[in-house]
């Protein structure tokens, strides 16, 4: 039932709405069965689930759901805290964390014992690490991750346009849609990028469209108290 939630979950428009029942409604049923059963018995039950999720997402967002590009489905499945859109992922590092957070509490119910969170966080920093090592993705992890960043995520409400929250969630992943071309170049200093993820990524790390955003911003502001 909760791959078929998904399929139909695909055919209505992308919204904040629509991810947030992504991170929260559907993530019950699998990791009670992480939890309960040994990761190479609930990885079966799980993995078309993924492959759903993966599917309806590269549908939104017109990109391959093959993990092509490497960096932006690190960032789809990492938390929101850290920059990424919080998406579940069930692969084996996620399925025994849970089955052994769920084991130990079993056999040392007394014990101080490791949350299944605290164990993931440490995986979650793993990955952080890998993608950061590239300055332009360490840039956008810093201003994704930022604090105020991700309150369009949390909006489930009316106001945002199916094509504002598609490049919204293009901007927080650094990727682009496939039909995107990154001939045009960065605006801001002419940086020429060889894919439209790259110039999207280096948008985010250019300094000069940044500071000339805050320019604009502190004339407005100006403006306003003149």
């Given at each position: 039932p909760t791959v078929a939630a998904v399929g139909r979950l695909s055919t209505v428009p992308l919204s904040p709405a629509t991810l947030y029942i992504l991170r929260s409604c559907l993530a019950v049923t699998p990791t009670y069965l992480a939890r309960t059963h040994a990761p190479n018995v609930s990885r079966i039950a799980v993995a078309p689930l993924d492959a759903v999720v993966a599917r309806a997402l590269g549908q939104w967002l017109a990109v391959d759901p093959a993990?092509?590009?490497?960096?932006?489905?690190?960032?789809?499945?990492?938390p929101?805290?850290?920059?990424?859109?919080?998406?579940p992922q069930h692969d084996l590092e996620?399925?025994?964390?849970a089955y052994e957070a769920s084991l130990e509490r079993v056999l040392r119910p007394r014990a101080e014992t490791i949350p299944q969170s605290d164990r993931m966080s440490r995986i979650f920093a793993d990955r952080i690490k890998i993608i950061t090592s590239d300055r332009r993705l360490r840039k956008l992890v810093e201003a994704t991750s930022a604090?105020?960043?991700a309150?369009?995520?949390?909006?489930?409400?009316?106001?945002?346009t199916e094509t504002?929250?598609?490049?919204?969630?293009?901007?927080?992943?650094?990727?682009a849609p496939t039909m995107v071309s990154p001939a045009v170049g960065c605006t801001g200093c002419g940086y020429v990028a060889a894919s439209g993820p790259d110039l999207l990524v280096h948008g985010a790390a250019c300094v000069k469209v940044y500071n000339g955003a805050v320019a604009q911003h502190n004339a407005v502001r100006d403006w306003f108290v003149r």
């Open positions: 993990p092509a590009h490497d960096s932006m489905w690190t960032l789809v499945y990492l929101i805290r850290m920059g990424g859109l919080g998406i996620y399925l025994t964390c604090k105020g960043a309150e369009w995520l949390h909006y489930r409400g009316g106001g945002m504002g929250c598609r490049f919204a969630v293009h901007h927080r992943l650094g990727s």
